[in-house]
C-alpha cells in the first residue's frame, strides 16, 4: 500500500518554520489569541523536538511534542507534521481529521506548497479507514454506548462510525456495570456490524433485595393457605410483647422496698437489725 512519507513532509516543514516569520501578530494559538514571544519560542523548540523524535521514528514521542507546539502556537506547518505521524503510528482517524484541519486553515502559501499533498494523503487514508456500525436493544436512560474509549451519541447508533484498523471493544455501560461487550476486529477499507443487548444482569444489591422480597411473598401466601391472615400473625406479636412487658411491671413493682439505714443511737449507716 502507498503511504505518506513523513521523512519529506517533515523535513520540508522544518525548512518551512525556519523560514517563517513567526511574529505573533501572524500567528495565533488554537483559541484564537496571539501568543506570545515565549510561547512562540517553546513551541519552535517542541516543533522541533518533533521532528527529530519522527526522523528516529519515535512516533508517540513525535506526536506528543507536535500536539504541545500546536497548543502554545497554532501553526498549520505543526498540524501538517501532526498528520504524518499520526498516520505512520496506523492512527488514521486522528490522521484524517489532522489533514482536514490542515486544508481548512491553510493560506494561500501553505496551500501552494502543501494542498496537494495534503489531499493526496487524506484520500489514501479515507481508503484505508475501517467502520463499525452499531446497533443495540433495550438501551435505558443513562446508557453509554462506546467504541474503546470513544463515547457513541444515540444518533450515531445504525451508522458506520469510522475507526481505525485492528481489534476494538464495543461496550455498553450502565453506571459502572457493563451491560453487553463484544471485541471485534476490522482490517483497512473493512467494516463490521455490531448487534449488542443491553439487558443487564441484577447489581448484587438488587439480587438480595429480590431474594428479600421473594422470601416475604412467599411466607405471606403460606400464610394465606393456612388460613391464617398474615395480619393476625402481627397482632399476636404485638400482644404477646404487652403481656410480657406487664408481667414485668408487675414483678418490679412486687419488690419490698430496700431496708432504710438506722439513723438512731448507733450512729448514721447502721444496719437496722429485722
Not at 475507526?163 to 482490517?187: E, L, Q
Amino acid at each position: 500500500m502507498t503511504r505518506t512519507s513523513p521523512a519529506f513532509l517533515v523535513a520540508l516543514s522544518l525548512t518551512l518554520l525556519m523560514t517563517l516569520d513567526v511574529r505573533p501578530a501572524l500567528a495565533q494559538d488554537a483559541a484564537g489569541a496571539e501568543p506570545s514571544a515565549s510561547q512562540v519560542a517553546l513551541a519552535r523548540r517542541l516543533f522541533a523536538d518533533g521532528v527529530r523524535a519522527a526522523e528516529e521514528h519515535r512516533l508517540e514521542d513525535a506526536r506528543a511534542a507536535f500536539e504541545r507546539s500546536y497548543a502554545l502556537s497554532a501553526r498549520e506547518v505543526t498540524l501538517l507534521n501532526l498528520a504524518v505521524v499520526l498516520a505512520d503510528a496506523g492512527k488514521l482517524v486522528a490522521a484524517a481529521e489532522a489533514y482536514r484541519r490542515f486544508l481548512a486553515r491553510a493560506d494561500a502559501d501553505m496551500e501552494t506548497r502543501h494542498g496537494a499533498d495534503a489531499r493526496w494523503a487524506l484520500a489514501g487514508l479515507e481508503r484505508r479507514l475501517a467502520s463499525v456500525t452499531i446497533s443495540a436493544r433495550n438501551l435505558q436512560d443513562g446508557d453509554e454506548v462506546r467504541i474503546d474509549d470513544t463515547l457513541i451519541a444515540r444518533e450515531g447508533l445504525g451508522l458506520a462510525v469510522p475507526v481505525d484498523p485492528g481489534t476494538h471493544i464495543v461496550d455498553v455501560r450502565r453506571g459502572v456495570r457493563s451491560c453487553a461487550r463484544r471485541a471485534i476486529r476490522v482490517s483497512e477499507g473493512g467494516s463490521s456490524d455490531v448487534e449488542l443487548d443491553a439487558t443487564c444482569p441484577p447489581s448484587p444489591e438488587e439480587t438480595a433485595r429480590l431474594a428479600a422480597d421473594a422470601a416475604a411473598a412467599a411466607e405471606a401466601a403460606r400464610l394465606a393457605e393456612s388460613g391464617v391472615s398474615p395480619w393476625v400473625w402481627v397482632g399476636s406479636g404485638v400482644g404477646v410483647l404487652v403481656v410480657a412487658a406487664a408481667v414485668i411491671a408487675i414483678v418490679f413493682l412486687a419488690q419490698p422496698e430496700p431496708l432504710a439505714p438506722f439513723v438512731g443511737n448507733l450512729g448514721p449507716g447502721t444496719i437496722a437489725l429485722p
